[in-house]
Nanobody, 117 residues
């Protein structure tokens, strides 16, 4: 059973940066499309970015040019570099398999990102 652990969140001022990490137990994640999701208070969880096992990437329009997704298959780890953060980026961020690519893993606890002055 794959376990996912997100880390790297925190409180940052608008315009600031954070780097999130997603550590997965087991190597099953190496061959699947992984993604970052986020859920703001009172809103549904939304897909932020995805990356295939071969490195093809997609972003939701609202983060294009500001966020960068990457993965290190040797470490079973995925990252999300977030720059030029905005208050509307405030949410709990989760990682998981991209929903349309197959059965998702159990969700982790997520990591809170708060963008506020």
């Amino acid at each position: 059973q794959v376990q996912l652990v997100e880390s790297g969140g925190g409180l940052v001022q608008p315009g600031g940066s954070l780097r999130l990490s997603c550590a997965a137990s087991g190597s099953a994640v190496r061959i699947v499309t992984m993604a970052w999701y986020r859920q703001a208070p009172g809103k549904e969880r939304e897909l932020v970015a995805s990356i295939t096992s071969g490195g093809s990437i997609n972003y939701v329009d609202s983060v294009k040019g500001r966020f960068t997704i990457s993965r290190d298959n040797a470490k079973n780890t995925m990252y999300l570099q977030m720059n030029s953060l905005k208050p509307e980026d405030t949410a709990v961020y989760y990682c998981n398999r991209e929903r349309l690519s197959g059965r998702q893993f159990p969700w982790g606890q997520g990591t809170q990102v708060t963008v506020s002055s």
